[in-house]
């Protein structure tokens, strides 16, 4: 049959004058309006209609199994179908995921008449689907021609560039597919709720008072009207749209207010006579009536059902979004203050005001320096309080302006021998908060720190008299991790975080210390916490991409699991034209066994390896912590026999 004879069986209302075309502006094709569909609602995949529910059709409650006449049936199918064969079973109702959360994709595969092998007869005549976003109200509608025995068991995407997808769905022609305009009975909402299609069709998420763009891109030339008029006993939790609201509207086969009332279709469960209907729900009828009849009046609150102003184009309407002039369509909002982390000047800390004192993009309950600009926060000691407010940056005792190094916290004191290393030696480090020759200067502002006449700049044992300073050996890597630069002295030195199997890519984290044999990997402006557990969870790669794109990404890929192994390196610098090398490995182990013991703090990610170094905990803390220092006394005893160095040395390559 041709869908010129096929265009019988549909309601004439469904249908347009296709001169309204020379007028059109909406797509220029299904293709293109498809796979604009798919840029907001996700990737619909080939499917199979068989993998769908059956919509029963019944008579008295029995199963039919093939079609009867006319709408003799309990629950008929409303489609306006030839000859009123509104009875035809084994048509089938299929939701499909498009990894889109706030997208619902339903297809339905309808029998039109029965030519079929029962119900696993996989020949189909009419097969739709409607793609609805629920935070935009935008939907999409698809519909394939209207022939006896369509495939459903392989049906191609709408969005596929393909000769079977042409063949197999209807172009838009300026008033819907082929000029069926699904808005003519698809008014009130996007989803027609039918007695029929709700048997298998389970609306209790549904809003069926939620936004509702009715000419998405225009297909259908025109927008529908809907409205809810107050206090009427019938639209209590849904609104009437104006395209089925007439009081001359029989239905004719299609979903009509006129033939829900007489039916008695509503309320759901009406089980009453005529007369206790009409006494419960005439009036609200005949307010309808009005309404259809003068959509404008007082009580009808009519609306046009049209695209919701959205500023930043991220799908979400400015009406609910959380960042009105920067796209989220994530909408994550860590601190739950109602401004989404895409735009708020401290997304994990509730501030409601978006107060900033100083003007610098960070608002003030997590400035590290309130009333001094510094939008790179940059707090080198890691004390909480930012380097433009702070007198002592790097924490060595020497406030900044008497300090030969204000952003530096240790120097050279020596050498090591390296043993089965490509170089000879490594250099020891200091704290410059020490005293080494006991005048009452710290090193940090004492030119000559052993006092022996010998500036430091000059000296190669600045802290202990001599210029002989080489000390217990090192091999390569280090045996003890924690040693390579202890409670300071890390800044020459990074750490490395590789998937064992797939090293490529790698996360760098440039700041860090080490405290009381933890590993502290502080947070910075360019790298968010969520970054770094992402690293550490075995998802370099999606922790790489976050940087640039959503921290949300981040968090949730850190909650995943991986079966590859992580490990995590202690690396240095290039310097003087010297490649960088590795210098201990910290931990290597399976990222699904970490131990998380706190997922609230933003400033660091404090890492505890076990003592077989295979696995670790770790704890996202709001403060890093700080650990008194030991002034180097005797340097020459401060090395263990085993080459710990432990609370008194700073090692490093």
């Not at 039919?64 to 000859?83: F, I």
């Not at 392989?154 to 838009?172: G, H, I, M």
């Not at 225009?218 to 009427?232: A, E, H, Q, S």
Request: glycine share 8%; charged share 20%; aromatic share 6%.
């Amino acid at each position: 049959m041709s869908l010129i004879s096929l265009r019988s069986w549909l309601p004439a209302a469904v249908f347009t004058t296709l001169a309204m075309s020379s007028a059109f502006a909406g797509p220029a094709s299904r293709l293109a309006y498809a796979q604009k569909c798919a840029e907001e609602m996700g990737t619909i995949p080939t499917f199979n209609c068989k993998d769908g529910t059956v919509i029963p059709i019944t008579q008295n409650g029995v199963p039919l199994t093939s079609a009867s006449g006319g709408e003799d049936c309990d629950k008929p199918v409303q489609l306006g179908l030839a000859n009123g064969n509104q009875c035809v079973p084994y048509s089938r109702f299929l939701r499909i995921n498009t990894g889109v959360s706030t997208v619902e994709t339903v297809v339905i595969c309808r029998k039109y008449d029965q030519d079929d092998n029962g119900k696993d007869d996989t020949a189909f005549t009419d097969i739709a689907m409607i793609q609805h976003n629920r935070a935009s109200g935008n939907t999409c509608y698809f519909q394939s021609k209207l022939e006896h025995h369509l495939d459903g068991t392989s049906v191609p995407s709408p969005q596929e560039n393909s000769v079977k997808a042409s063949n197999y769905w209807l172009e838009p022609t300026g008033s819907g597919p082929d000029g069926i305009r699904c808005t003519a009975c698809h008014d009130a909402d996007p989803f027609i709720w039918s007695p029929y299609i709700i048997q298998v069709a389970n609306p209790s998420n549904w809003n069926a008072l939620g936004f509702w763009n009715s000419n998405y891109q225009d297909l259908f030339g025109m927008t529908v009207k809907t409205f809810k008029p107050t206090g009427n006993a019938c639209t209590t939790c849904h609104r009437i749209g104006n395209q089925v609201c007439d009081r001359h509207d029989l239905g004719g086969g299609h979903v009509s207010v006129r033939e829900v009332s007489d039916k008695h279709w509503m309320p759901p469960g009406f089980s009453g006579t005529n007369q206790q209907w009409n006494n419960s729900f005439a009036a609200a009828r005949d307010q309808i009536f009005d309404c259809c009849d003068n959509p404008n009046g007082a009580s009808c609150n009519t609306k046009v059902a049209d695209a919701e102003p959205d500023a930043d184009g991220d799908f979400i309407p400015d009406s609910v979004d959380n960042c009105k002039f920067l796209k989220n369509t994530n909408q994550l909002d860590s601190d739950g203050d109602g401004v989404g982390n895409a735009c708020d000047i401290c997304p994990y800390k509730s501030n409601p005001d978006q107060k900033d004192s100083d003007g610098d993009g960070v608002g003030d309950v997590c400035d590290n320096c309130v009333n001094k600009s510094n939008p790179d926060q940059l707090d080198t000691d890691g004390d909480g309080k930012g380097n433009v407010c702070d007198a002592d940056d790097d924490n060595d005792g020497c406030l900044d302006n008497a300090d030969d190094k204000p952003l530096e916290d240790s120097s050279v004191i020596g050498r090591r021998p390296a043993v089965n290393c490509p170089y000879s030696s490594v250099p020891v480090y200091g704290w410059d908060g020490a005293d080494s020759d006991g005048d009452g200067n710290r090193n940090c502002h004492d030119s000559d720190d052993d006092n022996d006449g010998i500036p430091d700049a000059n000296d190669p044992c600045p802290v202990v008299s001599g210029t002989m300073c080489f000390y217990a050996a090192v091999s390569c890597p280090l045996q003890h991790w924690w040693d390579v630069c202890w409670g300071g002295g890390c800044n020459e030195l990074f750490i490395k975080i590789v998937s064992v199997i797939n090293p490529n890519p790698e996360t760098i984290v440039a700041k860090f210390r080490i405290q009381e044999q933890q590993l502290i990997l502080e947070a910075t402006a360019e790298q968010s916490v969520d970054v770094i557990d992402a690293a550490i969870s075995g998802k370099a790669q999606q922790a790489e991409k976050v940087v640039a794109k959503s921290v949300a990404t981040a968090m949730r890929t850190a909650d995943a699991t991986t079966d590859t192994k992580v490990r995590i390196e202690v690396w240095s610098k290039d310097k003087e034209g010297k490649p960088g090398a590795l210098i201990a490995t910290v931990a290597e182990y399976d990222p699904g066994s970490i131990k998380w013991l706190e997922r609230t703090g933003r400033m660091a990610v404090v890492i505890a390896v076990n003592a077989e170094g295979q696995g670790i905990s770790a704890s996202n803390v709001a403060t890093i912590p700080q650990v008194e220092r030991d002034p180097i006394v005797d340097l020459k005893n401060s090395i263990s026999t085993k080459g710990s160095t432990i609370r008194k040395l700073k090692e490093m390559q």
